[in-house]
Each structure stands twice: as structure tokens, then as C-alpha cells.
């Protein structure tokens, strides 16, 4: 059942926040709407590349969430809007996270090794960015157990 079923409450905004917007915010962004769809989740980046990344795309549909539709997203388009919550996850996007004019409730940083910086086999890369999804399915279903 879901949090907000049968309430006259808003749904929970959320920011998530990293530098690229093309591997872990996106994955971040896409198990939190896979948590729970009344939620309403944005992720961009500080220094948004091109597209997501195809790795991120590809370990993400292992496990049923497309995120083959998304694009990557710079900051500066949200930062009037209100958050109930910032996260950024990697430290690039923490140092720099700009300020954002519309009140956000709470900052919180989840932070998560870059697998777009793997260097390796393509089986080695394809197995740290599997490892790194299951890390952030962890990290913001804990997140979203405890304080959603």
C-alpha cells in the first residue's frame, strides 16, 4: 500500500544530485519511483553529460526499470523549485552543489563510487556498474524505509 494512499498530502519532491546525471542519479531517480510511483523524483547534474550512460541503461533493465527515455538534466532547471529533499550521491556534486533559492527541507548525501570511471574489461566495467546499482537499491530503499 502505498504512503500516500487515502491522505490529502502533497507528494514528496526529491532532487537527486551528482555531476554527470548519467549513472547513479539516474538509478537513483529510477528506483525511487520503482519504490513508489506517487512520489515525484528528479535527478540532474551539476555538469550534465550528453545521455545517460548505456551500462546504466543496460544493468538497470536486468532487473525491470527503463531508464532508456531519461536525459540527463543540468541543476540550474530546478533550482527555484521547492524540495522536500536534495541528495546528492557522489562527492563531486556534494563540493558543488549549488544553492537552490526554493526551500528544500533537507540535504542529505548518499555517496557512490563512479561507475562511468571504471577502467577494465567491458565484463569488469559491466559488473561494477551492476554493483553499484545493487548499492544505491540499498542505500535508498534504507532511505526511503526510514524517512519517507
Do not use: W
Amino acid at each position: 500500500m502505498n504512503k500516500f494512499e487515502n491522505k490529502k498530502q502533497k507528494p514528496i519532491k526529491i532532487l537527486v544530485l551528482c555531476t554527470g546525471n548519467s549513472c547513479r542519479s539516474q538509478m537513483a531517480e529510477g528506483f525511487l519511483k520503482y519504490f513508489d510511483p506517487y512520489l515525484e523524483v528528479v535527478s540532474a547534474g551539476t555538469e550534465p553529460s550528453g545521455e545517460v550512460h548505456p551500462k546504466a541503461i543496460q544493468v538497470m533493465k536486468e532487473i525491470g526499470i527503463d531508464l532508456s527515455n531519461n536525459k540527463p538534466k543540468p541543476v540550474t532547471d530546478f533550482l527555484n523549485d521547492k524540495f522536500d529533499y536534495v541528495i546528492t550521491v557522489c562527492d563531486g556534486a556534494k563540493e558543488s552543489c549549488p544553492f537552490f533559492t526554493g526551500a528544500v527541507k533537507h540535504r542529505l548525501h548518499i555517496g557512490f563510487e563512479d561507475p562511468a570511471e571504471v577502467k577494465g574489461s567491458d565484463n569488469f566495467i559491466l559488473s561494477e556498474f551492476r554493483r553499484i546499482r545493487d548499492e544505491i537499491k540499498r542505500d535508498f530503499k534504507k532511505f526511503y524505509d526510514e524517512e519517507i
